[in-house]
């Protein structure tokens, strides 16, 4: 049985599957367990365990009975956070498959003595940190 992991919702499947298909592995150790990249869903395990889901967005309004909110969001209502090895690598990694920069690789000894991290958007426009520590 699958402990907790996260499920983003996307609008924009096929370039959200590319991109955490190709960032995952490298960053986690992850491997695709489901899913293609024409949807609706993908899952990658580590361990024997779901560790991301992608499902697309208008499939779970549909599943749920609801129609998709319009209109952009005044606040991120989620992020993804992934701990690294090397956060400027890790960063190069995402950027070079369709994330955008959002914050350069920064320390932040404020948040940790020996933090850091950087964020970007992934093609969904999801914020994801990466850090080290």
């Known amino acids: 049985m699958d402990a907790l992991y996260s499920r983003l919702l996307v609008t924009r499947f096929a370039e959200c599957f590319g991109f955490y298909r190709a960032v995952l592995p490298a960053l986690t150790g992850a491997t695709l367990a489901k899913g293609a990249p024409e949807g609706p869903y993908a899952s990658w395990d580590l361990d024997d365990q779901t560790l991301l889901a992608l499902f697309d967005r208008s499939a779970m309004a ?30 190069d990694l995402c950027l070079r498959h369709g994330g955008t920069p959002v914050t350069p690789a920064t320390d932040r000894p404020e948040w940790g003595p020996t933090l850091r991290n950087a964020h970007l958007r992934d093609p969904d426009g999801r914020l994801v940190e990466l850090q080290s520590y």
């Open 62 to 91: 549909a599943t749920l009975g609801t129609g998709l909110q319009a209109g952009p969001h005044a606040q991120d209502a989620t992020m993804l956070v992934l701990r690294v090895d090397d956060v400027d690598a890790a960063l």
